[in-house]
């Protein structure tokens, strides 16, 4: 609200405390954290290739000789499927393991899954000689210390740098120099998905900074999952998704792959082909504004931003029911040029800042956009439902270990990042809120959706970002495309 703590006379003690408390809630919750009966059953159904891993992990958990893993696999091998079971069996004897996912979306798949970033503290910006700011002595440092486990998914999405500060981290907590200061920790990850890059220089050279070339990856012992569970569904669509993630599917002199008939949706023209994917998609949207319990696993997937906020609109407006419009308050952080920019202001979208102007309905899906409590399910990405508009937007959690539980959300002040191309940084005071009906293709990366609507104004970055926006359902029947 512009105010800092200094303002109200907090001394360094009073923090100091607070800070200390907050730390051993969280250690609180990890070890509170309960085990399902349906996450014990997984340790029963493993298949034969994720049994023989689950033998191999729990011996490195258990013993003296402690060994870091990368368990790969295509979508669909059940590389969740096990580290459910693993997290099951060891959170059900007392111990401590943590969950960590790249990606915020998916956090929510892991039961007490969080982002690496949030968990470790890892900096955002990859400057040279940033360090985890978590303290050797702090509750946190104890947590990991205590950690049976520890699991890093979609590690493969991650950069280089936040990885090797992880493992500068756990050597320093654990006083150790050997890698991850001689825990057991799991990595995992499908490399046919789209990797980090970094786009360097005038002629935008693409540069790897993915995992595979870091000095740690000739340390992880590599777990390889074969076995499709998904393809007993579909098996042909599957092997056509091998061949998309593989590179191997047959391209024309242009570099272009087909389209299967089955799920290609004919263009005609932009309103009209908008209009027949996405009542494909959400062919049930007026039940949905009208079924409180209706579940909600469906998403139109493009490639950049822009497009994305064009299909939200779109639905929204579709959307039955009474609109609730909330306006931000944007401000230069330089305060001089506020009155001349704030118009100008209204129209910036930067990545992970909610809209000026805010359009929600009651049982509309939403989006989180950022860390508010983990520890109560609300991680950056986490997918809710608005239930009722007032000072706090009131939602519901739709997925994962907090599903169906009512939470408030506030109105918070959010700065644009410092890598976005606007010239002019600024702070927006919004409900950290987005809109759900589509999203880009990377941040659906490591979700399965019920059914899939893509949506291509461009050609995809890669065959790898195709492979991830196919491979998020299970069947070709739940996929349509639209190009």
């Known amino acids: ?19 200390h408390e907050w730390e051993t809630m969280e250690i609180e919750a ?18 034969q290739e994720q049994k023989i891993a689950y033998h191999k992990i729990l ?7 402690s060994t870091a893993f990368f368990v790969d696999g295509p979508g669909g091998t059940g590389k969740t499927f096990l580290y459910r079971a693993l997290l099951a069996k060891i959170r059900s004897q007392k111990h401590i393991a943590l969950a960590t996912v790249t990606s915020g979306v998916t956090t929510s798949i892991l039961p007490g899954g969080k982002t690496a970033h949030s968990h470790f503290k890892i900096p955002l910006n990859d400057d040279e000689g ?18 049976k486990l520890i699991i890093w998914d979609d590690a493969t999405m991650a950069e280089r740098k936040a990885i090797e500060r992880f493992d500068q981290l756990l050597q320093d907590i654990m006083s150790n120099k050997e890698v991850f200061g001689g825990k057991t920790v799991i990595f995992g990850g499908d490399f046919r998905q789209t990797l980090s890059v970094i786009v360097k220089g005038k002629k935008n050279d693409m540069i790897d900074v993915s995992l595979v070339k870091s000095h740690i990856w000739n340390h992880l012992e590599k777990i390889h999952l074969t076995e499709n569970m998904r393809a007993r ?28 008939p089955g799920i290609n949706v004919p263009f005609i023209d932009d309103a009209s082909s908008i209009t027949t994917l996405t009542d494909m998609v959400f062919e049930d949207l007026y039940n949905m504004a009208a079924d409180n319990t209706l579940p909600i696993n469906k998403a139109i997937l493009m490639t950049r931003n822009d497009f994305v906020h064009e299909i939200n609109d779109i639905l929204i407006d579709k959307f039955p029911g009474d609109e609730k419009c909330y306006l931000s308050f944007d401000q ?13 202001l209204h129209t910036l979208m930067p990545k992970g800042l909610p809209p000026h102007q805010l359009k929600l309905k009651k049982n509309c899906l939403v989006m989180l956009l950022r860390n508010i409590n983990p520890t109560e399910g609300l991680s950056n990405g986490t997918r809710l439902i608005c239930r009722e508009f007032g000072n706090n937007v009131q939602a519901e959690i739709t997925f994962g270990s907090f599903a169906k539980k009512i939470v408030f959300i506030p109105l918070i002040p959010l700065e644009s990042p410092t890598d976005d191309f606007s010239s002019i940084p600024f702070k927006r005071t919004q409900f950290p809120l987005r809109l759900y009906f589509a999203m880009t293709i990377n941040k659906a990366q490591g979700q399965t959706l019920d059914y899939v609507g893509l949506y291509l104004k461009e050609h995809v970055f890669s065959h790898g970002q195709l492979y991830v926006a196919l491979s998020r359902a299970k069947t070709a029947t739940n996929v349509k495309v639209l190009i």
């Open 1 to 19: 609200m512009g105010k800092s703590l200094g303002d109200f006379h907090l001394t360094d003690i009073f923090l100091q405390t607070f800070t």
């Open 30 to 47: 990890e070890r509170n954290i309960i085990v399902s009966k349906e996450d014990l059953s997984t340790i029963d159904q493993l298949n």
């Open 130 to 147: 940033k360090t985890c700011n978590i303290s050797k002595q702090s509750s946190i440092a104890q947590l990991i210390k205590d950690a």
């Open 332 to 344: 230069p952080l330089e305060s001089s040029g506020q009155i001349q920019n704030e118009d100008f």
């Open 233 to 260: 569904l579909d098996p042909d669509f599957s092997s056509y998704l091998l061949r998309v993630g593989n590179g191997t599917e047959i391209t024309t002199n242009q570099d272009e792959i087909k389209i299967p």
């Open 59 to 65: 011996s490195s958990v258990y013993d003296t000789t």
